[in-house]
């Protein structure tokens, strides 16, 4: 079954959330947090976001962000794919 698809706005405001296949873990230690972080603030750079707080868990995370373009896939993909 497809994921609905999401609607993307400018400067609207986003409750993100991923998790690891299975539940699984996604991070094994603070470095892997750590280069998560570095990556994630990379593409809000990149992608013109603005973000307002996130929560790392072991297997998976949680932030609140503002999407200034409309540009929610394009930023997700680059930072799941990454």
């Given at each position: 079954m497809s994921?609905?698809?999401?609607l993307?706005?400018?400067n609207?405001l986003?409750?993100?959330?991923?998790r690891?296949?299975?539940r699984?873990?996604?991070y094994?230690?603070?470095?892997?947090?750590?280069?998560?972080?570095?990556?994630?603030?990379?593409?809000?750079?990149?992608y013109n976001?603005?973000?307002y707080?996130?929560?790392?868990?072991?297997?998976?995370?949680?932030?609140i962000?503002?999407?200034?373009?409309?540009?929610?896939?394009k930023?997700?993909?680059?930072?799941n794919g990454?």
């Open positions: 994921r609905p698809l999401c993307e706005f400018p609207a986003y409750h993100v959330t991923s690891g296949g299975r699984g873990n996604i094994e230690n603070d470095d892997d947090r750590l280069r998560f972080l570095e990556i994630l603030e990379t593409v809000v750079v990149d976001w603005l973000y707080g996130y929560c790392l868990m072991d297997n998976h995370y949680n932030f962000i503002e999407i200034l373009d409309g540009n929610l896939s930023g997700m993909r680059q930072l990454v």
